[in-house]
């Protein structure tokens, strides 16, 4: 049976059609109307897994200074001279700072001044997306190097999860 739309007859099959597309096509244009919603991107993607180790020793103190960190946020800290092992998470506001620099490393990045004593001395080791990085520069080249703001950052974190872990008796 046949009604009359607009003076055009329409099979009952045929309305029903139409009120579906009009449906559909409504709430298609909704979606695209709708003010957009901002997303965070994941925390660290598979392509983004990373860990390192930062070590930092001699200088006068006689630092003998270990940090492990991977992109989890899981540290490791040890002070071999004090006896001490500290294992605690890295803060979003300590990896925000942290990881930005490690996708840019090159080997080129660092060096070591040979004719330094007394300089304290820092190892980099990273692996990052199948690749493995090793830098290693002393007190005397790190100022004014791409790597400077790096280490004070991963020293900064290193001296926190120390300094919540008292020395060994």
């Not at 960190?69 to 942290?98: C, P, W, Y």
């Not at 090159?106 to 820092?122: F, H, I, L, S």
């Not at 997306?129 to 100022?143: I, K, T, V």
């Amino acid at each position: 049976m046949s009604s009359p739309v607009l003076g055009v007859r329409v099979s009952h099959r045929t309305r029903t059609l139409l009120s579906a597309s009009l449906a559909l096509g409504v709430a298609c244009c909704a979606n695209l109307l709708a003010p957009a919603r901002q997303t965070q991107p994941p925390a660290a993607a598979a392509s983004d897994e990373w860990h390192l180790v930062f070590r930092m020793s001699g200088g006068f103190a006689g630092f003998n200074r270990e940090l492990e960190l991977a992109n989890t946020g899981s540290v490791t800290a040890m002070d071999r001279k004090r006896g001490i092992q500290a294992m605690t998470k890295a803060s979003a506001k300590e990896l925000a700072e942290i990881t930005p620099f490690l996708a840019d490393l090159k080997p080129g990045d660092a060096r070591r001044e040979t004719n330094c004593r007394d300089c304290v001395e820092y190892s980099i080791d990273l692996q990052m997306n199948g690749r493995s990085l090793a830098l290693r520069l002393n007190d005397s080249a790190l100022p004014g190097s791409k790597v400077e703001n790096l280490v004070k950052a991963l020293t900064n974190l290193m001296n926190r999860a120390l300094e919540s872990r008292p020395a060994a008796q």
